[in-house]
Nanobody, 120 residues
């Protein structure tokens, strides 16, 4: 059974920092591209940060320079270090794992989400 379990969400003041973790089980993490998504109330889920199996990263423009995604395949864990947090970063953050299995096919897994609230 595949599981992605996020942790680290919390209430933090503007300008603060948090580190989210996504612990995986049931998959070989090194085979998967990994992403962090977020969804704020009334808004669509959006990709925040992405890291490939080769450690290439990509970020949403709104978090560039503030967020850092990383992975530790030996620990089957992906991280999202968030700094200089803003109220608009408030959302449920989801971990996502994906691997391509065909030209147009992929296997995808999602975590249950962790709440990040940025407020004074």
């Amino acid at each position: 059974q595949v599981q992605l379990v996020e942790s680290g969400g919390d209430l933090v003041q503007p300008g603060g920092s948090l580190r989210l973790s996504c612990a995986s089980s049931g998959i070989i993490l090194s085979f998967y591209d990994m992403g962090w998504y977020r969804q704020a109330p009334g808004k669509q889920r959006e990709l925040v940060a992405f890291i490939t199996t080769g450690d290439r990263t990509n970020y949403h423009d709104s978090v560039k320079g503030r967020f850092t995604i990383s992975r530790d395949n030996a620990k089957n864990t992906v991280y999202l270090q968030m700094t200089s947090l803003k109220p608009e970063d408030t959302a449920v953050y989801y971990c996502h794992a994906t691997v391509r299995v065909g030209i147009k096919e992929s296997i995808d897994y999602w975590g249950q989400g962790t709440q990040v609230t940025v407020s004074s």
